[in-house]
């Protein structure tokens, strides 16, 4: 007699293998639960739902429910960032449907582009996360190459400076031997690199009108603007893998609106990213000469408030690292309120500047690791190594 596919008792290896992933299911269906999301009884059938279509299939689909909450509370477990006051406001796209039998790299690309657009909002950073379809077993699930969807590239010259953002010089050749050309500026926008398991990656131009940027100026030096600085508007992390509920989503990028001194204290200046505090000091008149004159403290500084003056003349959500770091403790405040610890990574909560002058830097706190949660993905071009510059430096 012929058994169906889907009655088939599963072999001993495949209960092997999808015991964790029952295991994380539940955990995640229970704590939805515990958080007044759905009953305890609702829960319990729903964890007996998902073993069956585990043992029947190999992996299982989560609702919409477990999906959005469950991709929240991942923020909400991750110790790298401070703007976690507004999880429960992170908006997620799903966009599991997209055929990833077809291969069509050019559907997924037309997605991210649209997930900046929606993101960018005129200006008005939403903060979004698109979940594609995560991966399943023996199928690795789509990816990016890019760190996020929007940088700059870095062309390493002869003489080993760079031209453009060092970090991403790697990436850059990469598409570079991929056949990609850029203008050879500072400020090349990436091309996306696309992937589905099994398959070549394709590079794919951003169109510019879902590529926003700011010009940077000073709200009192006149001269700023000739530096020529600039970045793009918002963050868009895409090379976190999301472990939700046993499931990897291998693509599932994430924006939401920049703290000034992600740019001005550290992309910007950063002497392993754009190094521009030397000509921002020498515009100043600042001496140079010897470090005891603070002047890359004051260039900093400068950099820094001319980010933040910038955003704002151009209309575009971006935060102070006072505010947000204060917002930050009363998301401590209330997460205690409600029985639980905030984990949280010191040195990535206190800010590039002025640590010492936000709330943050008198506290102590656990870099708990806890599920669901982001993990960054492996260097796609150094497949089998976990390079740590796979990292998204927050
Ligand atoms: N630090 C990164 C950058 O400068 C972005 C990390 C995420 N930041 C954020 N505000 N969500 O591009």
């Known amino acids: 007699m012929k058994t169906s596919h889907l009655c088939a008792a599963p072999s001993v290896s495949s209960v092997q293998s999808i015991g964790p992933v029952v295991a994380e299911a539940a955990d995640l269906v229970r704590q939805l639960s515990a958080e007044g999301l759905l009953s305890a009884e609702a829960a319990e059938r729903r964890v007996g739902e998902i073993a069956r279509e585990l043992a029947a299939t190999g992996t299982y689909r989560q609702s919409e429910q477990e999906l959005l909450a469950g991709t929240r509370i991942a923020w909400r477990n991750n110790p790298q960032c401070i703007g976690k006051f507004y ?23 037309e997605m991210l582009v649209e997930h900046l657009r929606l993101a960018w909002n005129g200006g008005k950073v939403r903060l979004l996360l698109t979940a594609f379809t995560p991966a399943e077993p023996g199928r690795p699930g789509p990816r990016v190459w890019n760190g996020q969807l929007i940088r700059y590239a870095g062309y390493r010259r002869h003489d080993g400076s760079v031209l453009g953002d060092p970090e991403t010089v790697e990436l850059t050749e990469a598409v570079l031997r991929m056949g ?33 940027e700011v010009r940077i100026s000073h709200p009192e030096y006149p001269w700023f603007e000739d530096l020529g600085l600039r970045w793009h508007a918002f963050p868009t992390i895409s090379n976190q893998v999301l472990d939700l509920g046993g499931l990897r989503y291998t693509l599932a990028p994430f924006s939401a609106w920049y703290t000034c001194t992600e740019i001005g204290a550290r992309n910007l200046s950063d002497t392993n990213r754009y190094d521009k505090l030397p000509e921002v000091a020498r515009g100043m008149g600042l001496d140079t000469s010897r470090d005891r004159t603070l002047w890359r403290d004051r260039a900093l500084l400068e950099l820094t408030a001319a980010v933040l003056h910038s955003y704002d003349q151009a ?11 204060k917002q930050f403790v009363r998301h401590e405040e209330r997460e205690l309120k409600h029985g639980r610890r905030c984990p949280a990574d010191w040195s990535a909560i206190v800010p590039a500047t002025s ?21 960054p993905h492996q260097v796609p071009w150094a497949a089998g190594s976990s390079a740590p510059g796979a990292v998204v430096d927050q």
């Open 87 to 109: 999880w429960k406001g992170l908006e997620v796209r799903d966009c599991r449907e997209i055929d990833a039998g077809g291969g069509a790299e050019s559907a997924l690309f």
């Open 180 to 212: 990609w050309r850029g203008q050879g500026t500072e400020y090349d926008v990436l091309p996306l690199v696309v992937q589905w398991p099994e398959r070549d990656p394709k590079w794919f131009e951003l169109p510019p009108d879902a590529v926003p």
């Open 315 to 325: 209309g575009v959500s971006i935060i102070d690292h006072h505010f947000a770091t």
């Open 355 to 375: 640590g010492s002058t936000t709330p943050v830097w008198q506290r102590r706190y656990e870099p708990t690791k806890a599920l669901p949660n982001f993990s």
